[in-house]
């Protein structure tokens, strides 16, 4: 290799400044612009099948809706139940007589986040959609016997306890594309709705964006039990269903 | 076992496992690309997020043969087009003075001062200053060492503007950062 020639002119000297430039230019540039390590790992952490799939209540739901041929939706039950694999969440697809949304359970999709959980929630929509479900005729409070921390310990991998009082009061558990790894919980309090989601910390910490509008008239309370992350969206200016849950 | 009836035409496009491949061989490039075009890294990877998202259920329509990163890049570019969006509509309805203040005070800090922490602010200064497509030219050419083409095509503009993109905002960064360099060095 030859060695670089000292400047023996003033224009050698001016490139060999610029070179000094450009080269203190790209060294700030790689300062300011370090690639996070997490984008060596997006493919597979996206990548849909790979971690979250479908939950086989919203895929049987799906199938029969699009279908709309009685022998397709049979064909696909019938290939769904027996030869699927195990599911995460013990509960499976609600039977049609199903009496109440207790029985229809969250989170739209399981496991670990995938395709669709990126999309931010809006809180304020959620809130509305879920006060909604809660006061259609079909809801009704979940009782001692719903066993709903142990539906959510099941889901979510991390022991929850429920307070007795918490019976005969909330309603779901519910499902949301809003915000779909999230298992919701609704309750009425002093005249007005109050709505708990559930989810992985993990999962929020990497997944999920939560939005609020500031003219939204609802407050935001959270608490973290382990790895479990609920969040309270509630008009009231303190938490009312946070305390239930330990 | 014989077939019955004609064979359906093979699906164009990738299967997931192609489409996650080859898009984690080009992730640094198409951070860089939305670090560029957004003008700042911390969005970066939300927006990557979001366009591989996007792209995957878009996957079949990708026709084999062509360019993955010039056609991922049209995605990324879509969805740095809406965040700026989104950005130009929050800077409008921005006025709350304690923000207003840390704009100010953004603003001084890039005043000359010794050391190397005021090349990085000249140069993040500059970097604002430059137009999207100079900064995403200069940024893909310097940190990833993309050819003129291969920037060209992930920016759907001809070589030759890009090539003129890069050497415009090199010349013009060097005159930005030269005052501080010449006062960083002992």
């Not at chain 1, 370090?34 to 099948?49: E, F, I, N, Q």
Request: glycine share 8%.
């Amino acid at each position: 290799m030859n060695e670089p020639e000292l400047p023996n002119h003033p224009h050698d000297a001016d490139a060999l400044d610029r070179d000094a430039l450009d080269s203190a230019i790209e060294q700030a540039l790689r300062r300011q612009f370090p690639v996070p390590p997490s984008v060596d790992t997006l493919a597979a952490r996206l990548r849909p099948g790979g971690g979250a799939r479908r939950a086989p209540w919203l895929v049987l739901a799906t199938a029969a809706a699009v279908a709309g041929v009685v022998g397709a939706a049979a064909w696909l039950r019938s290939e769904a139940t027996p030869s699927a694999p195990a599911p995460e969440v013990v509960e499976q697809a609600p039977s049609e007589a199903a009496p109440s949304f207790c029985r229809l359970v969250g989170p739209v999709l399981e496991g670990l986040p995938g395709l669709g959980a990126l999309q931010s929630p809006d809180l304020a929509r959620l809130y509305r959609d879920m006060d909604a479900c809660q006061e259609s005729s079909e809801s009704t409070a979940c009782g001692a016997d719903d066993d709903l921390a142990q539906r959510l310990s099941t889901t979510y991998g991390q022991s929850l306890a429920l307070r007795p009082e918490a019976a005969g009061r909330l309603h779901g558990p519910f499902g949301s594309e809003e915000w779909p790894t999230a298992t919701i919980v609704t309750a009425r309090t002093d005249g007005e709705t109050a709505v708990l989601v559930a989810d992985r910390g993990t999962t929020l910490e990497c997944c999920v964006r939560m939005r609020l509008a500031e003219d939204s008239g609802l407050q935001l309370f959270t608490l973290e039990v382990g790895d479990l992350f609920l969040a309270e969206i509630s008009p009231h200016s303190e938490p009312r269903l946070l305390a239930y849950f330990e | 076992m014989t077939p019955s009836g004609p064979r359906p035409a093979p699906r164009p496009g990738l299967s997931a496992e192609e489409f996650s491949a080859r898009f984690q061989a080009g992730a640094r490039v198409l951070w860089t690309l939305a670090a560029g075009l957004l003008g700042d890294p911390a969005e970066a990877e939300d927006v990557c997020q979001e366009a591989f998202l996007a792209a995957y259920a878009r996957r079949a329509d990708f026709e084999p043969g062509t360019d993955f990163l010039a056609w991922m890049g049209r995605f990324v570019r879509n969805v740095s087009a809406n965040e700026l969006r989104k950005r130009a509509r929050r800077r409008t309805l921005r006025t709350d003075p304690v923000l207003l203040d840390q704009d100010e005070a953004l603003g001084a800090s890039v005043e000359p001062g010794p050391g190397p922490q005021q090349l990085d602010e000249r140069l993040l200064a500059g970097l604002r200053e430059l137009g999207e497509v100079p900064r995403t030219c200069f940024l893909l050419r310097t940190l990833r060492e993309l050819s003129h083409a291969e920037i060209a095509a992930l920016l759907s503009i001809p070589e030759g503007t890009a090539m003129s993109h890069f050497h415009r905002a090199r010349l013009f960064l060097r005159a930005r950062l030269d005052p501080a360099f010449h006062g960083a060095k002992p």
